[in-house]
């Protein structure tokens, strides 16, 4: 069965701290995904990678950085947490080619204090 | 810039059939998803439309017209299972391909 699997489930952490959440698939998917599901805002897209090593912007990736150093792997990165990056973050994998369709993570539930 | 709008809540009746439709106005248009999120749940694909017309899968129907900027998703023979948030996303074509979610339409289905 295929999967996209993220670390960590719930996180709980504090204003400034630096916070890393992981994400690997095991389909070998070229395309991985960071979004972000707020209540009434829906999925926004914060980063999505390619390729190994290379990175994009999405609609909002201020206070985001990302890590593509595998191509299984893809890490979110909050540089400086704040509290309004109390979130769901979902991961996500897809094909290069096709119809692009979208395997997603669990998620990552993360509260900032 | 884009735009994708969709009903914030639906209830519907055990058995019944109900549409949900999806605007969208997306400069790059390439296609337009359904996905089906259950409750504290991962988003599930559901059905992908490029071109124009019905595209029908069991219980669920998925249509678009491009010149209209429209889609529905179609579900009948509703169960108790089918209660969930489904998401429109419209691929948008930059250079990379992107999907642009909406922000959902939660239905409730009662007995």
């Known amino acids: 069965d295929v999967k996209v699997t993220q670390s960590s489930r719930y996180l709980v952490k504090r204003t400034g701290e630096k916070v890393f959440l992981e994400c690997v698939q095991d389909?070998?998917?070229?395309?991985m995904f960071w979004y972000r599901q707020d209540p009434g805002l829906g999925l926004r897209l914060i980063y999505f990678?390619?390729?190994?090593?290379?990175?994009e912007k999405g609609d909002i990736p201020e206070g985001y950085s990302v890590s593509r150093e595998k191509k299984e792997r893809f890490s979110l990165i909050l540089e400086s947490a704040s509290t309004n990056q109390t979130s769901m973050y979902l991961c996500?994998?897809?094909?290069?080619?096709?119809?692009?369709?979208?395997?997603f993570g669990a998620g990552s539930r993360l509260t900032v204090l | 810039g884009q735009n994708i709008d969709q009903p914030t809540e639906m209830t519907a009746t055990e058995g019944a059939i109900v549409q949900i439709n999806c605007t969208y106005q997306?400069?790059?248009?390439?296609?337009l998803f359904w996905y089906q999120q259950h409750a504290g749940e991962a988003p599930t694909f559901l059905s992908y439309?490029?071109?124009?017309g019905l595209e029908e899968k069991g219980r669920f129907s998925s249509f678009l017209s491009r010149s209209k900027g429209y889609s529905y998703l179609l579900l009948k023979e509703l169960q108790m299972k089918d209660s969930a948030s489904y998401l429109c996303?419209?691929?948008?074509?930059?250079?990379?391909?992107?999907?642009?979610f909406g922000t959902g339409t939660r239905l409730l289905v009662s007995p």
């Open positions: 996500a994998s897809s094909q290069a080619v096709g119809a692009n369709v979208l395997t």
């Open positions: 439309n490029v071109l124009d």
């Open positions: 990678s390619y390729d190994v090593k290379m990175k």
């Open positions: 997306t400069s790059g248009f390439n296609g």
């Open positions: 389909m070998d998917h070229e395309n």
């Open positions: 996303a419209v691929v948008q074509d930059t250079g990379f391909q992107k999907l642009v």
